[in-house]
């Protein structure tokens, strides 16, 4: 799957056409680097998932570098994410309700130090249990907006415990040698990689002439 970031009401469809053929409860999204994008993909998934196919969504903002979920979507930033995977608050604290009927979101939380250790692999399997596709779940989706790859901590190493991985790509600014090596290191995880979105991309000659 790749897509640009325009028409993401059809990279939701074929998530969607996916999840009919294998399991897919829970997705995350990450970049190469900051400021690619990734954010606003998440969140225009998480919407589309709701607004076109009407699933329940769980978006989570578990971005340490630049929490902006709670901002965009006009809700609380605290308690979130962080405090839950430190035992501090419970799961039922921590998910808001939002503007949009079906989604809901669960903030980043409150900062602070060692953040990194928090995803480790076994705290993420012990603290998220949704993540494994059970009858009757609260939510269709989980959609996470991930850290970059250059970030607090190395999202190679716990991108397995998640059905999918979409990455997200801008156009004209993350060199393609980057991208393999990013790509080699989630497969070398286990991760599955269902493919990227292409951001922020420029069109030189009319959009209709491009295959």
Do not use: H
């Given at each position: 799957?790749?897509?640009?970031?325009?028409?993401?009401?059809?990279?939701?469809?074929?998530?969607?056409?996916?999840?009919?053929?294998?399991?897919?409860?829970?997705?995350?999204?990450?970049?190469?680097?900051?400021?690619?994008?990734?954010?606003?993909?998440?969140?225009?998934?998480?919407?589309?998932?709701?607004?076109?196919?009407?699933?329940?969504?769980?978006?989570?903002?578990?971005?340490?570098?630049n929490p902006r979920l709670a901002d965009l979507?006009?809700?609380?930033?605290?308690?979130?994410?962080?405090?839950?995977?430190?035992?501090?608050?419970?799961?039922?604290?921590?998910?808001?309700?939002?503007?949009?009927?079906?989604?809901?979101?669960?903030?980043?939380?409150?900062?602070?130090?060692?953040?990194?250790?928090?995803?480790?692999?076994?705290?993420?399997?012990?603290?998220?249990?949704?993540?494994?596709?059970?009858?009757?779940?609260?939510?269709?989706?989980?959609?996470?907006?991930?850290?970059?790859?250059?970030?607090?901590?190395?999202?190679?190493a716990s991108a397995s415990l998640f059905d999918?991985?979409?990455?997200?790509?801008?156009?004209?600014?993350?060199?393609?040698?980057?991208?393999?090596?990013?790509?080699?290191?989630?497969?070398?995880?286990?991760?599955?990689?269902?493919?990227?979105?292409?951001?922020?991309?420029?069109?030189?000659?009319?959009?209709?002439?491009?295959?």
């Amino acid at each position: 799957m790749i897509a640009d970031c325009a028409p993401l009401a059809a990279v939701a469809a074929s998530l969607i056409r996916l999840r009919q053929k294998q399991a897919l409860t829970s997705l995350i999204v990450t970049s190469c680097n900051a400021g690619e994008g990734k954010t606003t993909v998440a969140l225009q998934i998480a919407r589309a998932a709701v607004l076109e196919s009407e699933l329940r969504v769980l978006l989570i903002d578990c971005n340490p570098a630049n929490p902006r979920l709670a901002d965009l979507l006009n809700c609380d930033p605290v308690p979130g994410f962080a405090d839950f995977l430190d035992g501090r608050v419970a799961e039922d604290v921590i998910i808001r309700a939002t503007a949009v009927r079906g989604l809901d979101l669960m903030p980043f939380g409150s900062p602070g130090p060692g953040r990194a250790s928090r995803y480790e692999p076994g705290r993420l399997r012990s603290k998220l249990p949704w993540l494994s596709a059970t009858e009757g779940a609260a939510y269709d989706l989980i959609v996470l907006d991930g850290p970059s790859s250059v970030g607090e901590f190395d999202l190679t190493a716990s991108a397995s415990l998640f059905d999918g991985v979409v990455l997200v790509i801008e156009c004209e600014r993350t060199r393609w040698e980057v991208v393999r090596n990013y790509q080699d290191r989630l497969r070398d995880g286990n991760a599955n990689l269902l493919g990227a979105v292409m951001n922020k991309r420029r069109y030189y000659i009319p959009k209709g002439l491009y295959v």
